[in-house]
């Protein structure tokens, strides 16, 4: 049944349908109102047998879910921001030791200077760190990706991020659709691990491995991961069954007006639905919304994408000095065919991605491999011309010392 619901709570709701065993959390904005909608109901009774730790840090949050996981608990934690780079090295040893926990990742930009306002710079920063990335277009999306995620985790082994647009959805009210218990139940069967930690039945895991096998291990890892696309299909059709909803049944690749359009606006997360009220507007221009960003589901993209005329790949996040990051990777998925790729970055920091300002964007004959969207061109301009103007440090220190040098040498 639909309910008004904060994006937060309803994700909440849904994690705690999906019977998690053990919940380590350490709070950070803006995805704090999830763990503590989720300690509440530990802490009354209503989310039971569930071990709810406060913890010291979001190192000991993802440490604590990992020894959970291998000792035979689902195991489920939330972050954001500066807090998913604080845990890394065990984001990295979760997915290694093939430890499915779910994690959801309240996107918000990375500092400095400190900003807790949305983007994706957090997720996209451990892109590469083995975990299957999730991105939520809207708030219903991002109750039911959990479902999917605690399935998929479980049944490949490996841990799943659902990353979701902080405060943007995290903190919006709005008709949310949360999956009965029964439903749930059906879909997500009770945790049995491939491995666990036993003191009846002692194991080694996590063993250090040298040059004779790290490649193997790796390989496995990769091929694994790979495997997710098509499994992830099958339980989402099986999910969109189970709820009655054909309409949610979450893809891959979602392709709005996209298949035949002259160009194509590709991009993550939330902004996806003001492109498409943009599109609706606009003759032969349609959109991509990218749900599984890792593994990157290149054939799909692809497939949609071979007719185009011109790809524009919507940033949420910079790599100084490289660019787009998602657009390396649709770039790749298009190699041979000759289409022009461009980025454009927006939204960094919080900063609105405005229906005007794409629409005008998208008018344009001829866009730059690189453009910033809303970009104050008189801060720029103001800034750099300070700069110019600025003596260099080490050279007005060196002429310093030089005519020190000269004065010792003439007294």
């Not at 959970?68 to 939330?78: D, K, M, V, W």
């Not at 290694?96 to 306002?117: D, E, K, S």
């Not at 359009?261 to 606009?282: E, M, Q």
């Amino acid at each position: 049944m639909r309910r008004q619901l904060e994006g937060s709570r309803a994700i909440a709701e849904t994690v705690a349908c999906c019977r998690p065993g053990v919940i380590p959390a350490y709070p950070i904005t803006p995805q704090t109102h999830i763990v503590e909608a989720l300690g509440t109901m530990v802490r009354k009774g209503q989310l039971a047998p569930c071990r709810f730790l406060t913890v010291e840090s979001e190192f000991a949050a993802m440490s604590a879910a990992i020894g959970a996981s291998l000792t035979g608990s689902r195991a489920y934690t939330a972050t954001s921001s500066q807090g998913l780079l604080y845990m890394t090295e065990a984001v990295f040893n979760a997915a290694g030791l093939g430890a499915p926990i779910v994690m959801t990742v309240a996107n918000r930009a990375i500092g400095a200077p400190i900003n807790i306002w949305n983007d994706q710079s957090d997720s996209m920063a451990l892109r590469d760190s083995g975990w299957i990335q999730l991105h939520a277009p809207d708030n219903q999306a991002a109750a039911d990706l959990h479902v999917l995620a605690f399935r998929l985790a479980e049944e490949l082994s490996v841990p799943v991020m659902v990353c979701v647009d902080g405060f943007v959805l995290t903190h919006a009210f709005e008709p949310i659709d949360v999956p009965e218990q029964e439903i749930v139940d059906a879909v997500l069967p009770p945790y049995r691990p491939r491995q666990v930690l036993d003191p009846d039945d002692p194991v080694t895991i996590g063993a250090m491995v040298g040059p004779e096998a790290f490649t193997e291990v790796r390989y496995l890892a990769d091929r694994r991961l790979r495997s997710a696309p098509p499994a992830f299909e099958r339980i989402a059709a099986e999910f969109a069954e189970a709820v009655g909803a054909p309409q949610r049944r979450a893809r891959c690749v979602q392709d709005y007006r996209a298949t035949g359009a002259d160009t194509v606006v590709v991009a993550l997360g939330s902004v996806t639905g003001t492109l498409r009220d943009v599109v609706d507007s606009i003759d032969g221009v349609g959109v991509l919304t990218i749900t599984m960003y890792r593994p990157f589901p290149a054939e799909e993209i692809r497939a949609v994408l071979v007719g185009a005329r011109r790809i524009v790949v919507l940033e949420r996040a910079l790599a100084p000095g490289a660019s787009g990051i998602v657009t390396s990777d649709v770039r790749s998925a298009l190699a041979g065919l000759d289409v022009p790729v461009q980025t454009v970055i927006a939204g960094l920091g919080g900063r609105p991605i405005g229906a005007a300002s794409l629409r005008e964007l998208l008018a344009r004959p001829g866009l730059e491999d690189v453009t910033f969207l809303d970009l104050r061109e008189d801060v720029i301009d103001r800034e750099l011309g300070r700069e110019t103007v600025r003596e260099p440090i080490a050279e007005r220190d060196g002429e310093a010392a030089v005519e020190s040098a000269g004065e010792r040498a003439g007294a």
